[in-house]
């Protein structure tokens, strides 16, 4: 390994949590090991296919792990993964831990360019890529991009025989290696195992390295909070694998917890209720959006009927009140409101029946900060050392716990910018925490609008708008005004046929005590909201569809207050 992955965490709190059990202590193969071992024939993999059982998924894994190993890959080396949800996702996830690799799971969707910067800059020495997937050739794309990277060595092409680009090396080939000889790595489990992708609003994505202990320890007990008897979970997964939080897959719902991962290779809110109905999953996992594409399906009727789930966790983007309720109507289970990010923190509401929010009180509710997971603490913003402010008070969100990454990828100055001295995680989120302990969100330091020298908060607008009752969906963005530097556009997806207009939202906005200088000044009204490969709603979309030159019928200005 050539890329320095560093812990700024003090090892002597790394190692606390590991004597304490809060994290296994074990690499993330040798946890998958011991689970296929403890129950052989349980199915691991639920996708397209059909069934994969635990020993089926090990002898794959180990094949593949054989076959890298023989190209020369070894324990440290980083590996790029850009595969759709399903089994050779999985295969190569479990291979690149059984090699003590660092894998770096991208989604399919993903541009060469965007996927050469993470290449490029994590110096990845192999990628394992799609041949083909819904009108993307990644493994050529990828290929076309070598001379740009001088530690890539070899590209791995996913797909049916006959389709890997030439110079690609085919996975199935790869597949077909005798893995009698393989012997399996033991790497530190406080060393780095995978390298999580954020989609945050820097000019390129950050990259952030995570340990076998912060995956299985940290992000293993958040769900585990959520699995009320113990048994091995069931968990639909709506999002990417590849994703941030599809990192909750292989190392957590496996390897973890022995569960069962029940996986569409592309989301559509019909394959998801057919799948819901089909697996009977006791988890679901997707970002609003997709939670509401769902929900007007199951409005329209036609869906079969689904034995309810355990708990909908919702998380990507904030959750909003009308649609947490009716959610938990239409799932018939709790729907959780996860806080979270790739950057190190985590909070949830839990398996509650009650809603989120509707008491007046700031922000949304995240629930109450586990320890086991990230303890969460609210900061003056913009220091270096850790500087709480008063109960009640609102300041930045700062995490720091069992799950708490190592550091951020070849990025000194995000590690200088986002950790302090002593390892806490500034997340760039301003919250506050109630008398109860409610971890309260209340918007972004840096998501903001500047309209006339003034900040506008999108998100505080997003969570006002939501209580429309003719707003299905609503996303707000900044976009470039000659006058006043930007304006807020609103873009919703409406209930029915009859969008609200800017009008009606404003006067919307009036009820609910939001100050006119916040109100959005334009209305950009869809069928639906563009997502990005990662599931979560692309603003840049929205953004560019929002500017005059894009947007032929945009509403008219409304009064600036």
């Known amino acids: 390994m050539t890329v320095a992955l560093h812990d700024l965490l003090p090892a002597t709190l790394r190692r606390t949590w590991a004597v304490e059990g809060t994290c296994p202590d074990l690499d993330l193969y040798s946890l998958y090991r011991a689970r296929q071992i403890a129950d052989p024939h349980r199915t691991a993999v639920l996708d397209g296919k059909g069934k994969l059982c635990y020993t089926a998924l090990d002898r794959k894994a180990r094949c593949l792990a054989a076959g890298l190993s023989g190209l020369g890959i070894h324990a440290g080396d980083v590996v790029g993964v850009q595969l759709p949800n399903g089994r050779d996702a999985v295969i190569a996830d479990l291979a690149l831990a059984a090699l003590g690799a660092v894998a770096l799971p991208f989604p399919v969707g993903r541009g060469g360019r965007e996927a050469a910067s993470l290449l490029r800059?994590?110096?990845?020495?192999?990628?394992?890529?799609?041949?083909?997937?819904?009108?993307?050739?990644?493994?050529?794309?990828?290929?076309?991009?070598?001379?740009?990277?001088?530690?890539?060595?070899?590209v791995v092409s996913a797909g049916p025989a006959g389709t890997a680009p030439q110079g690609a090396v085919p996975l199935s080939a790869l597949m077909r290696t005798d893995p009698k000889t393989f012997v399996p790595a033991r790497p530190d489990p406080d060393t780095a195992a995978r390298i999580l992708v954020s989609s945050g609003s820097e000019s390129e994505p950050k990259m952030v390295a995570y340990s076998h202990n912060a995956l299985a320890g940290g992000r293993g007990n958040f769900l585990g909070s959520l699995i009320p008897d113990g048994r091995p979970p069931r968990c639909l997964f709506l999002v990417p694998l590849a994703s941030a939080f599809g990192s909750n897959g292989t190392p957590v719902t496996l390897a973890r917890h022995g569960g069962t991962l029940v996986l569409l290779d592309h989301f559509t809110p019909e394959a998801a209720l057919e799948a819901l109905a089909a697996h009977e999953p006791t988890h679901v996992l997707g970002v609003p959006t997709m939670i509401r594409m769902m929900l007007d399906r199951i409005a329209e009727g036609g869906h079969r009927t689904f034995t309810p789930p355990t708990a909908v966790v919702v998380g990507g983007s904030p959750l909003d009140e009308a649609t947490a309720t009716e959610a938990r109507l239409a799932f018939g289970c709790p729907v959780v409101n996860l806080y979270g990010s790739a950057d190190g923190v985590n909070c949830h509401t839990g398996l509650t029946h009650g809603s989120p929010d509707g008491d007046g009180r700031p922000g949304i509710a995240a629930g109450q900060p586990d320890p086991r997971v990230a303890d969460i603490r609210i900061a003056v913003p913009g220091t270096r050392e850790l500087r709480e402010v008063s109960g009640g008070t609102v300041g930045e969100i700062v995490a720091r716990g069992p799950m708490t990454p190592l550091c951020y990828v070849a990025a000194p100055d995000l590690d200088t910018r986002y950790r302090t001295e002593d390892g806490w995680v500034r997340t760039g989120d301003l919250g506050l925490i109630d008398d109860d302990g409610t971890l309260r969100v209340v918007g972004r330091l840096k998501d903001v609008v500047i309209r006339g020298g003034a900040n506008i908060s999108p998100a505080e607008v997003e969570v006002e708008l939501a209580a429309h009752p003719a707003v299905r969906d609503v996303v707000c963005v900044g976009v470039p005004d000659p006058l006043m530097g930007e304006r807020l556009a609103a873009c919703v997806v409406p209930r029915d046929e009859a969008a609200p207009t800017l009008e009606e939202l404003c006067a919307h906005l009036d009820t609910r005590g939001l100050e006119r200088r916040k109100h959005p000044e334009r209305l950009l009204v869809l069928s639906e909201l563009p997502l990005t490969p990662a599931g979560k709603p692309d603003r840049a979309v929205l953004r560019e569809r929002c500017t005059p030159q894009a947007e032929r019928q945009q509403q008219p200005l409304a009064s600036a207050g």
């Open 121 to 154: 800059r994590s110096e990845a020495v192999a990628v394992i890529a799609a041949a083909e997937h819904r009108g993307n050739h990644h493994a050529a794309d990828l290929l076309a991009l070598t001379d740009e990277l001088p530690a890539l060595r070899t």
